[in-house]
């Protein structure tokens, strides 16, 4: 994971509470894939499906029957 400064500073915090088990798998990936940063981890992939949720629920000029009716599906 490549380390990108961020254009704005990080002012406010969320915590999150694990179970055990999940605990336990984020310390093994990150212990296999050599992640020093946790929280950039999580930031990472919690943003870049929150991103892609975005794209996928964009509003369209046309309804998805519509589209389909068309063949733009």
């Known amino acids: 994971m490549k380390k990108v400064k961020s254009v704005q500073p990080r002012k406010h915090k969320k915590t999150i509470m694990l179970s055990r088990s999940e605990l336990m798998a984020l310390e093994n990936y990150c212990r296999k ?3 020093e940063n946790q ?6 992939v919690l ?3 929150i ?3 975005f794209v996928v629920d964009y509003p369209t000029l ?4 519509e589209l389909a ?5």
Not at 62 to 65: C, I, L
Request: glycine share 4%; net charge positive.
């Open 69 to 73: 009716l068309y063949g733009c599906l």
């Open 33 to 35: 894939y050599k992640i």
């Open 47 to 49: 943003l870049s499906h």
């Open 62 to 65: 046309w309804s998805k029957q």
């Open 39 to 44: 929280s950039a981890l999580i930031r990472q």
């Open 51 to 53: 991103y892609e949720q």
